[in-house]
């Protein structure tokens, strides 16, 4: 019964910003990561950012000091800002929810995903 559902994708100028949000519905477990991922025409899909319920956040080498991930537990959404965005961080942005119940046991969710275009 997890849902995963995406706002704030759309197309911005080199050098533009854009806040990418996702909010879970269902019934989620408290031990879980949250994060972003991305896929490109051509290429395959790729970790952009994560964000555990109770840890530290993991970045991708592409967009550390440029994109920051934020989550609020008690409402299950995640949020991804998006600063100073080049034509390659064109690509489709999908939110991952990942429930944890041992180390191997674990569950992923997805969006249905939200197109950003950085273009001139």
């Known amino acids: 019964q997890v849902q995963l559902v995406e706002s704030g994708g759309g197309l911005v100028q080199p050098g533009g910003s854009l806040r990418l949000s996702c909010v879970a519905s269902?019934?989620?477990?408290?031990?879980?990561?949250m994060g972003w991922y991305r896929q490109a025409p051509g290429k395959q899909r790729e970790l952009v950012a994560s964000?555990?319920?109770?840890?530290?956040?993991n970045y991708a080498d592409s967009v550390k000091g440029r994109f920051t991930i934020s989550r609020d537990n008690a409402k299950n959404t995640v949020a991804l800002q998006m600063n100073s965005l080049k034509p390659e961080d064109t690509a489709v942005y999908y939110c991952?929810?990942?429930?944890?119940?041992?180390?191997?046991?674990?569950?992923?969710?997805w969006g249905q995903g939200t197109q950003v275009t950085v273009s001139s």
């Open positions: 991952n929810l990942q429930t944890i119940r041992t180390y191997y046991l674990r569950t992923d969710y």
């Open positions: 964000i555990p319920s109770g840890g530290n956040t």
């Open positions: 269902g019934s989620i477990l408290s031990n879980n990561v």
